[in-house]
């Protein structure tokens, strides 16, 4: 018979999968059905129930087939899968890191990866063996180069290798990069400035083969971290506390590293970089939810792609002539969340 807290416990995180499954539902919903041409809800299931299970649905009108099954799906299912990529990367940075000022964009892993695909972009690049699975493979290649670099540089600045250094490393070098790509953009005249866009970040007009690009990365880096929930748990105390407690800290540590560069450079092969989903979706699951990385990483996925979606929404709805940069809304949301905690843990520490 189970204890009253442990069912109060069991409870309190169904109703979080739950609360987080409803919210990423109703966020595709609202997706796929607001737009230029609105179309009712039980339109869409009707429309998705008829091209999975192949029936002819009665009523359904050809012009919302095409708009839902090859603009609208494609690009709220891109938007979601970006998110949670983010999200669940910037949930591990900050549990290993033991800071929730990590994440891929102040680490430099975002900057990273998109030097990569830049290159690529420009370039044209085509790798023989992974053919179209180049761009996000050398964005990957970059991201990992980038947070390596970061840890080696960090480790030359202070050998203690404090959280604060990492990340301030991270955010020189992020700026660092930045002023690289604007560089390149300069000197490559027009060739180059439609990638500007790309750079802000968006999900717009990208069909399912960037589905077929983000899921095989997606689903490895959601694995991988997942398996080392319980090491982040651990290291989420200190290092020392999870060397007594069993966990290998340097392989743990660095698999860690590497899997959130995973999904942060596939991530922004397709989308460009989008900041701060890393930074406020994990720190608000935290809050609400608890620290718990067994149910933090899940529950940042789940929020994390809703809130892309519809902060895409809002990109492509708020001006009625013109389509922003998802990467806009997300700073406007996320620089105020960024200066609030910067604010709180200070409070903390003169506090203490």
């Known amino acids: 018979m189970q204890k009253p807290y442990i069912r109060t416990f069991l409870n309190k995180k169904g109703s979080a999968y739950v609360a987080a499954t409803a919210f990423l539902i109703i966020s595709m919903l609202f997706g796929i059905s607001i737009g230029t041409v609105p179309i009712p809800v039980p339109a869409i299931i009707k429309i998705i129930g008829a091209e999975i299970f192949r029936f002819q649905g009665q009523g359904i009108v050809p012009m ?47 900057s990273g990866a998109s030097i990569g695909a830049v290159i690529t972009l420009f370039l ?8 179209s699975f180049t761009l996000p493979v050398l964005s990957i290649l970059f991201a990992f180069a980038t ?16 959280v604060e250094t ?12 930045g002023a690289f790509i604007s560089l390149m953009i300069a000197l490559s005249g027009e060739e180059l400035r439609q990638i500007i866009g790309w750079l802000l970040g968006s999900v717009s007009m990208r069909g399912w083969e960037y589905i077929k690009i983000i899921l ?3 689903i490895v880096g959601l694995v991988i971290l997942m398996a080392n929930a319980r090491e982040l748990n651990a290291m989420s105390f200190g290092e ?27 991530a922004v092969a397709v989308s460009g970089t989008i900041g701060f989903v890393g930074l406020v979706i994990p720190h608000l699951t935290r809050t609400i939810w608890g620290p ?26 708020v001006i009625a ?25 200070r409070k903390e520490r003169s506090a203490g």
């Open 64 to 110: 919302h087939v095409s708009i839902v099954m090859e603009i609208r799906l494609p690009r709220v299912l891109l938007a979601g899968l970006v998110g949670a990529s983010l999200a669940m990367a910037g949930a591990a940075f900050q549990g290993l890191l033991r800071n929730p000022l990590a994440d891929p964009y102040t680490l430099g892993i975002s």
């Open 147 to 162: 947070i390596l670099f970061v840890l080696f540089f960090a480790r030359q600045i202070d050998r203690l290798l404090r």
């Open 124 to 131: 044209g690049i085509s790798l023989p063996i992974v053919k």
């Open 292 to 317: 718990d990385h067994r149910h933090l990483l899940p529950l940042s996925v789940l929020i994390g792609s809703g809130f892309l979606i519809l902060a895409d929404l809002v990109s492509r709805t």
């Open 216 to 218: 095989p990365f997606f």
């Open 321 to 345: 002539s013109a389509e922003l940069p998802i990467g806009v809304i997300t700073a406007l949301i996320g620089a105020p969340v960024f200066a609030f905690i910067l604010m709180r843990n």
């Open 240 to 266: 020392e506390r999870a060397q007594h407690l069993g966990v290998n800290v340097e392989r743990r540590k660095l698999l860690i590293l590497l899997s959130g560069a995973l999904l942060t450079g596939s």
């Open 166 to 177: 990492i990340i301030l490393t991270g955010i020189i070098l992020s700026s660092f990069l």
